[in-house]
């Protein structure tokens, strides 16, 4: 059973920054892919972020985070990053890190069967 406790979350004004941080245990990190979604109040959950297993190649939402949030991965450590920079409002949301069962990325939440409990982000305008 794989287990993601995500930390780092908080209160940032609008244009600064935060690292989002996932640890991961149960599974051979190298080879689970990984991805941060995000889910504002009243909203949908939405794709942000993923890295494959190798941590050699990433997607990432084009429309709402793309240049701003760099998703990194560190296998010895276990753990992946969300790097988010020049925060808006908008990026106000609980964001959760899952793991597929795959080296894999993907973009879409289903493909996705481990899920940490959420971390809090609010952005002040």
């Known amino acids: 059973q794989v287990q993601l406790v995500e930390s780092g979350g908080g209160l940032v004004q609008a244009g600064g920054s935060l690292r989002l941080s996932c640890a991961a245990s149960?599974?051979?990190?190298?080879?689970?892919?990984m991805g941060w979604f995000r889910q504002a109040p009243g909203k949908e959950r939405e794709f942000v972020a993923a890295?494959?297993?190798?941590?050699?190649?990433?997607?990432y939402n084009e429309d709402s985070v793309k240049g701003r949030f760099t998703i990194s991965k560190d296998n010895a450590k276990n753990t992946v990053y969300l790097h988010m920079n020049s925060l808006k409002p908008e990026d106000t949301a609980d964001y959760y890190c899952?793991?597929?069962?795959?080296?894999?990325?993907?973009?879409?939440?289903?493909?996705?069967?481990?899920w940490g409990q959420g971390t809090q982000v609010t952005v002040s305008s």
């Open positions: 899952a793991a597929r069962a795959s080296a894999v990325r993907s973009a879409s939440a289903n493909q996705y069967p481990y």
């Open positions: 149960g599974r051979t990190f190298s080879s689970t892919a």
């Open positions: 890295i494959s297993g190798s941590g050699a190649g990433s997607t």
